[in-house]
């Protein structure tokens, strides 16, 4: 019998990987979308007539139960939230609205409509923040440091609570940055990228970052969705960090982007202060060992390969020649 899924934020990055890989192993793929007057699914218009989509809201308790009445899924994928960790500091109660009390609003649903409904809650390495010990693996105390991250621990934390409580198959991953070339404009890896492939093309000078020291541990997302799955398919619930256990700063990021589009980054990127977080996390790196172990999963993809897939792709969007 034909496996469903439902993917909430089908239309981010992560969905779109996820919705290919459920594809390819024969599912049938139901993606969440909430009302909007714009369209923004240029992420899974490739896929368009091999999934389906239906209308819903991690605001709005009914429609989540409706959705799942009506699609009777046998995994459900939260990846929807307000994953803008700047847009966090200026739109805090959103963001908890949406990143924290939403996978309450779909656990709920879960256990009101198909307690035997398989779960994943996409948590994050922005919930170690202000980091205790290094490497950070599943054991590792939390600190978050902005609203988006204070709102994944509350995601992940209720989590399990529905685990423990009411026996629910539901798994966090706990995943470190996760980049690739369908990456949001907003997200510094991929403005490095955009904004090497807008200077090749004439349509800029220079490219404004904020802190250029920061640390984090930079994977494929087309990798960590294999990671999603894997938690799906266990015997027993549980929660992992996946990561590559490499850490890298943004300044690397930009001397290995820039040299692969032949240009100095020295004399093009510009540090201001006005894109500094209020508090920032300095440094990421994760310990997937757990992941490695329990699931069979490692990340395939390296750190040079990421930056420059993302470069070679942004250059060619935007017309300039490959390398």
């Known amino acids: 019998m034909t496996r469903r899924a439902l993917i909430t934020g089908i239309t981010g990055q992560d969905g779109s990987y996820?919705?290919?890989?459920?594809?390819?192993?024969?599912?049938?793929?139901?993606?969440?979308?909430?009302?909007?007057?714009?369209?923004?699914?240029?992420?899974?218009?490739?896929?368009?007539?091999?999934?389906?989509?239906?209308?819903?809201?991690?605001?709005?308790?009914?429609?989540?139960m409706a959705l799942l009445e009506e699609i009777r899924p046998d995994e459900?994928?939260?990846?929807?939230?307000?994953?803008?960790?700047?847009?966090?500091?200026?739109?805090?109660?959103?963001?908890?609205?949406?990143?924290?009390l939403g996978v309450t609003r779909l656990l709920e649903a879960v256990r009101r409509v198909n307690d035997?409904?398989?779960?994943?809650?996409?948590?994050?390495?922005?919930?170690?923040g202000k980091v205790r010990a290094s490497p950070q693996n599943e054991l590792t105390p939390f600190y978050p440091r902005s609203p988006y991250g204070v709102a994944k621990v509350y995601g992940h934390y209720i989590t399990v609570n529905y685990r423990e409580s009411y026996g629910i198959f539901a798994c966090s991953g706990i995943l470190f940055n996760h980049e690739s070339p369908r990456r949001g404009k907003l997200f510094v890896t991929r403005k490095i990228s955009h904004g090497i492939?807008?200077?090749?093309?004439?349509?800029?000078?220079?490219?404004?970052?904020?802190?250029?020291?920061?640390?984090?541990?930079?994977?494929?997302?087309?990798?960590?969705?294999?990671?999603m799955w894997l938690m799906l398919q266990q015997p027993k619930p549980d929660d992992y960090v996946?990561?590559?256990?490499?850490?890298?700063?943004?300044?690397?990021?930009?001397?290995?982007?820039?040299?692969?589009?032949g240009l100095d980054w020295e004399r093009r990127?510009?540090?201001?202060?006005?894109?500094?977080?209020?508090?920032?996390?300095?440094l990421l790196v994760g310990d997937a060992s757990k992941a490695r172990r329990a699931l069979g999963w490692r990340s395939k993809t390296s750190f040079r390969g990421l930056v420059e897939m993302m470069v070679d792709a942004d250059l060619e969007r935007n017309g300039s020649p490959g390398v």
């Open 197 to 227: 492939a807008q200077i090749r093309a004439g349509l800029a000078t220079e490219l404004r970052l904020g802190n250029l020291d920061a640390c984090r541990d930079w994977g494929f997302a087309g990798d960590y969705v294999e990671a």
């Open 18 to 64: 996820l919705a290919e890989l459920l594809l390819e192993k024969g599912y049938q793929v139901f993606g969440m979308l909430r009302r909007t007057s714009t369209e923004t699914s240029e992420r899974i218009e490739h896929l368009r007539g091999r999934l389906e989509l239906r209308e819903g809201d991690l605001h709005d308790q009914a429609s989540l």
């Open 242 to 261: 996946v990561a590559t256990g490499e850490t890298h700063s943004v300044r690397e990021f930009c001397q290995l982007a820039f040299a692969r589009a």
């Open 76 to 100: 459900v994928y939260n990846l929807a939230a307000q994953s803008f960790v700047p847009t966090s500091f200026h739109q805090p109660i959103l963001t908890g609205e949406v990143t924290a």
């Open 269 to 282: 990127v510009i540090v201001d202060p006005a894109l500094v977080r209020p508090a920032d996390v300095d």
């Open 116 to 128: 035997k409904i398989r779960f994943y809650q996409a948590s994050t390495s922005e919930m170690f």
